[in-house]
């Protein structure tokens, strides 16, 4: 039974990953607010070596459609406003010779739409990661039979894993369903 009770927890601890995952990708899309978070792909050239935008440059978000972005050294304008030219955010940056200046444009509803079908994405994407963690913690528990664990044991186990699955895809539909509405709320 131990050994069940380790791939239970390697699984749940693979699961919350999962998780943390899609928060993370679901933060990236952006729904129609100003926030600091929407860059943090971002890398810049400093100095010969690529480095995240937050290491070289303050951002903060003077109201609710505007991105500021202060940079430590002045000659890294030209650098940040190429970095966010060339990212998949479709941004615009405008620098005053000190900072760079983003205005965030009104959704469409359309562009709506188009994010709600990105999220839903990315849900099905953990959804999928949780479906594969599930069957290799079953087939890891599986491999105990030949090491004289009982046949009730491992159904047992696998009914916790179900149960894990079903727990961890609950909190995804959750994430899912949060990010829609403020993608869809005007």
């Known amino acids: 039974m131990e050994e069940i009770e380790m791939f239970l927890e390697e699984g749940r601890e693979q699961m919350q990953k999962a998780i943390e995952h899609v928060t993370s990708e679901l933060l990236k899309i952006r729904a129609g607010k100003a926030m600091p978070s929407m860059l943090d792909g971002l890398s810049v050239e400093y100095y010969g070596a690529i480095t995240p935008l937050s290491q070289v440059a303050s951002v903060n978000t003077p109201d609710a459609r505007t991105l500021l972005i202060k940079p430590w050294e002045k000659t890294l304008i030209s650098e940040i406003e190429k970095a966010i030219i060339n ?11 000190e900072n760079i200046i983003i205005n965030i444009p009104m959704l469409t509803e359309d562009r709506r739409r188009d994010l709600v079908k990105q999220v839903k994405g990315e849900g099905e994407n953990g959804k ?48 899912l369903a949060k990010k829609e509405t403020e993608i869809m709320t005007v």
Do not use: C, H, Y
């Open 128 to 175: 999928i990661r949780m479906r594969n963690i599930r069957k290799d913690t079953n087939d890891s528990i599986k491999k105990l039979q030949k090491d004289g664990v009982s046949e009730d044991a491992i159904k047992n186990g696998e009914e916790m894993v179900q149960s894990l699955t079903n727990e961890f895809t609950k909190k995804i539909d959750a994430l």
């Open 87 to 97: 990212s998949d955010l479709g941004l615009n940056p405008q620098n005053d010779g």
